[in-house]
């Protein structure tokens, strides 16, 4: 699509807007910022109110539509120039209820989505050499946008001291199905193009950020949840070799399956007996049939179980596909094919683990039988170690067992294969400050009075975006020392990114060593804490039996 082409549609829309008696939101770019000459054409910004510059919607590959539905990511390039004045739809997916924790604005949803946004400071130029951070985002591989007010770097981009960039990827179905025409098609390869959405746009920021202000030698790529996956995937793919210098992966860090986020990836085999079955519920005679197909039919025969939606349908996911993922994860670290940079492995104190039956037994009783089924004849023994006496002391005492097993094991484990295997540092975190809600507030999906730090409370804090959640209604009522927490978080993860080591003088952050084995915490206060390794080590030796997690009272946000 050309310059023009984007000019008549604003225009277009414009107009219609003034015909509807609306006032035209995108009908002008109020402080443009001069062209910037990308490796694909000519890019204009805005500078926003706040003096940040900011180019939403900058396209980094052919929209990935009819006949390029389900192949890599093409090439782009256009004539004149092309204004970067509004984020863009988010990849095709179901849309959020209004009324739940992550609930920041309707978005536009499509196939057209291959996006991406840059903030900078103000005084940002081609020279300024700024350290960039790259946020991919999460939400199970079937929802998630760079739009998300949550995900924005303009708060980031205050500090004067980095560059922040988002991106959009495909997911569900539309991001990951593999399928033997696909295969045939693409030189013995299927699946796993929302990884390679994202290696596209990687390569994007390391050809062009230096023109925005940034450093391509300082960045560092950032996912949280499923993006933390992403993460690990790129972490993991030799065609991301050399597009950034350290990686953070929130919530979690699951290279070998350790956790719940982990599990052995299936093969290229396994991706294409998903997509015969997908084929077959469509209804489709063959792939050309299958890009023929409407998107929103495509949806409809996936499988979704968050944001108040719950539908049976096919499910797909990352797979070694030969190309992207060559090989198992560990196969790469034994050739020491990995990108070997620098990571921080963090998790929040109540995370995905709060769901576990240790943490939602309501009696001593129940988390005595719970203990029992989950550990068997050694339940005993975990009892010694994770003992209760009162029903007040089970939400604790089980949290600290559920997370010591899962997320926190999971970190540690990326910590002793990283020092095994690699040469470059492991730092490890938990996020565990309360969110300040306001008084009174009712969340659809959350208990404000039991939700700890969930999962991706600690985003907000990265970024600076607290204030995100007071958009439409008030739903937190943050504090000078939650913002002082912020400040402190972001200033250590711009470290990160501009020397490879998160520590500042305000955060205190020793490395991980299989000698001295700790991480930060981000609590009431910053501190170093040692692992109860001891605790760890047996829960490590005795992996518990998986038994039906109990329905909460509410769901949980994921996203």
Same mark, same amino acid.
């Given at each position: 699509?050309?310059?023009?082409?984007?000019?008549?549609?604003?225009?277009?829309?414009?107009?219609?807007?003034?015909?509807?008696?609306?006032?035209?939101?995108?009908?002008?770019?109020?402080? *443009? $910022?001069? *062209?910037?000459?990308?490796?694909?054409?000519?890019?204009?910004?805005?500078?926003?109110?706040?003096?940040?510059?900011?180019?939403?919607?900058?396209? @980094?590959?052919?929209?990935?539509?009819?006949?390029?539905?389900?192949?890599?990511?093409?090439?782009?390039?256009?004539?004149?120039?092309?204004?970067?004045?509004? %984020?863009?739809?988010?990849?095709?997916?179901?849309?959020? *209820?209004?009324?739940?924790?992550?609930? =920041?604005?309707?978005?536009?949803?499509?196939?057209?989505?291959?996006?991406?946004?840059?903030?900078?400071?103000?005084?940002?130029?081609?020279?300024?050499?700024?350290?960039?951070?790259?946020?991919?985002?999460?939400?199970?591989?079937?929802?998630?946008?760079?739009?998300?007010?949550?995900?924005?770097?303009?708060?980031?981009? %205050?500090?004067?001291?980095?560059?922040?960039?988002?991106?959009?990827?495909?997911?569900?179905?539309?991001?990951?199905?593999?399928?033997?025409?696909?295969?045939?098609?693409?030189?013995?390869?299927?699946?796993?193009?929302?990884?390679?959405?994202?290696?596209?746009?990687?390569?994007?920021?390391?050809?062009?950020?230096?023109?925005?202000?940034?450093?391509?030698?300082?960045?560092?790529?950032?996912?949280?949840?499923?993006?933390?996956?992403?993460?690990?995937?790129?972490?993991?793919?030799?065609?991301?070799?050399?597009?950034?210098?350290?990686?953070?992966?929130?919530?979690?860090?699951?290279?070998?399956?350790?956790?719940?986020?982990?599990?052995?990836?299936?093969?290229?085999?396994?991706?294409? %007996?998903?997509?015969?079955?997908?084929?077959?519920?469509?209804?489709?005679?063959?792939?050309?049939?299958?890009?023929?197909?409407?998107?929103?039919? $495509?949806? #409809?025969?996936?499988?979704?179980?968050?944001?108040?939606?719950?539908?049976?349908?096919?499910?797909?996911?990352? !797979?070694?596909?030969?190309?992207?993922?060559?090989?198992?994860?560990?196969?790469?670290?034994?050739?020491?094919?990995?990108?070997?940079?620098?990571?921080?492995?963090?998790?929040?104190?109540?995370?995905?683990?709060?769901?576990?039956?240790?943490?939602? #037994?309501?009696?001593? #009783?129940?988390?005595?039988?719970?203990?029992?089924?989950?550990?068997?004849?050694?339940?005993?023994?975990?009892?010694?170690? @994770?003992?209760?006496?009162?029903?007040?002391?089970?939400?604790?005492?089980?949290?600290?067992?559920?997370?010591?097993?899962?997320?926190?094991?999971?970190?540690?484990?990326?910590?002793?294969?990283?020092?095994?295997?690699?040469?470059?540092?492991?730092?490890?975190?938990?996020?565990?400050?309360?969110?300040?809600?306001?008084?009174?507030?009712?969340?659809?999906?959350?208990?404000?009075?039991?939700?700890?730090?969930?999962?991706?409370?600690?985003?907000?804090?990265?970024?600076?975006?607290?204030?995100? =959640?007071?958009?439409?209604?008030?739903?937190? #009522?943050?504090?000078?020392?939650?913002?002082?927490?912020?400040?402190?978080?972001?200033?250590?993860? !711009?470290? =990160?990114?501009?020397?490879?080591?998160?520590?500042?003088?305000?955060?205190?952050?020793?490395?991980?060593?299989?000698?001295?084995?700790?991480?930060?915490?981000?609590?009431?206060?910053?501190?170093?804490?040692?692992?109860?390794?001891?605790?760890?080590?047996?829960?490590?030796?005795?992996?518990?039996?998986?038994?039906?997690?109990?329905? *909460?009272?509410?769901?949980?946000?994921?996203?």
């Amino acid at each position: 699509m050309g310059a023009p082409v984007r000019r008549i549609r604003t225009l277009f829309s414009a107009l219609l807007l003034m015909v509807a008696g609306a006032s035209p939101v995108f009908a002008q770019v109020d402080n *443009p $910022i001069a *062209p910037i000459a990308t490796s694909e054409g000519l890019v204009a910004g805005n500078i926003l109110p706040s003096g940040i510059k900011a180019w939403f919607g900058v396209p @980094f590959a052919k929209p990935p539509v009819n006949d390029l539905r389900w192949r890599p990511p093409q090439p782009i390039h256009w004539n004149g120039v092309w204004n970067a004045d509004r %984020k863009m739809p988010e990849c095709i997916q179901v849309l959020r *209820p209004h009324n739940i924790n992550h609930y =920041f604005g309707e978005e536009a949803t499509g196939e057209d989505c291959l996006y991406l946004n840059v903030w900078a400071p103000g005084t940002a130029h081609e020279g300024s050499n700024l350290p960039v951070i790259v946020f991919i985002y999460g939400g199970g591989g079937t929802i998630g946008s760079s739009g998300i007010a949550l995900y924005g770097g303009e708060d980031v981009a %205050k500090t004067g001291k980095a560059v922040f960039v988002n991106l959009n990827y495909r997911v569900g179905i539309l991001g990951f199905m593999a399928h033997p025409e696909l295969t045939k098609e693409q030189g013995g390869h299927s699946g796993d193009y929302a990884y390679l959405d994202q290696n596209a746009a990687l390569k994007w920021v390391h050809d062009n950020i230096a023109k925005f202000g940034g450093d391509p030698s300082k960045i560092v790529i950032m996912g949280q949840s499923a993006g933390a996956q992403s993460v690990t995937a790129q972490l993991f793919s030799p065609l991301s070799k050399g597009l950034f210098r350290g990686a953070v992966m929130s919530s979690g860090c699951s290279w070998m399956g350790a956790g719940p986020l982990g599990g052995p990836m299936p093969t290229l085999a396994d991706g294409e %007996k998903i997509g015969l079955e997908i084929q077959r519920r469509l209804g489709a005679a063959s792939l050309e049939e299958m890009r023929e197909v409407p998107a929103d039919r $495509i949806l #409809a025969v996936q499988s979704e179980r968050q944001v108040g939606v719950n539908v049976e349908g096919v499910r797909t996911g990352a !797979i070694i596909d030969g190309y992207f993922t060559p090989n198992t994860r560990l196969e790469m670290l034994q050739s020491h094919a990995e990108n070997d940079v620098p990571i921080i492995a963090s998790f929040n104190h109540e995370d995905l683990d709060a769901g576990s039956p240790l943490v939602t #037994a309501k009696t001593v #009783a129940a988390y005595k039988s719970v203990a029992a089924a989950m550990y068997g004849p050694d339940a005993s023994e975990f009892l010694k170690r @994770f003992p209760v006496t009162q029903d007040s002391d089970i939400r604790k005492v089980g949290m600290d067992a559920a997370r010591e097993a899962d997320l926190e094991q999971s970190a540690r484990m990326c910590a002793r294969l990283q020092n095994q295997y690699n040469k470059s540092p492991a730092y490890i975190d938990m996020f565990a400050r309360n969110p300040s809600f306001a008084p009174g507030v009712k969340i659809a999906d959350m208990n404000p009075q039991t939700a700890g730090a969930y999962h991706t409370a600690d985003i907000p804090f990265w970024f600076g975006t607290m204030d995100m =959640f007071n958009m439409f209604r008030t739903t937190r #009522a943050w504090s000078v020392a939650d913002r002082k927490m912020s400040a402190d978080m972001i200033g250590s993860l !711009i470290a =990160f990114a501009d020397t490879g080591n998160p520590n500042t003088a305000d955060v205190r952050w020793p490395a991980w060593s299989p000698r001295d084995e700790r991480k930060i915490e981000f609590g009431d206060t910053i501190q170093v804490v040692k692992l109860d390794t001891a605790r760890m080590d047996w829960l490590a030796a005795h992996p518990a039996k998986a038994i039906p997690r109990a329905s *909460p009272d509410q769901p949980r946000p994921r996203d």
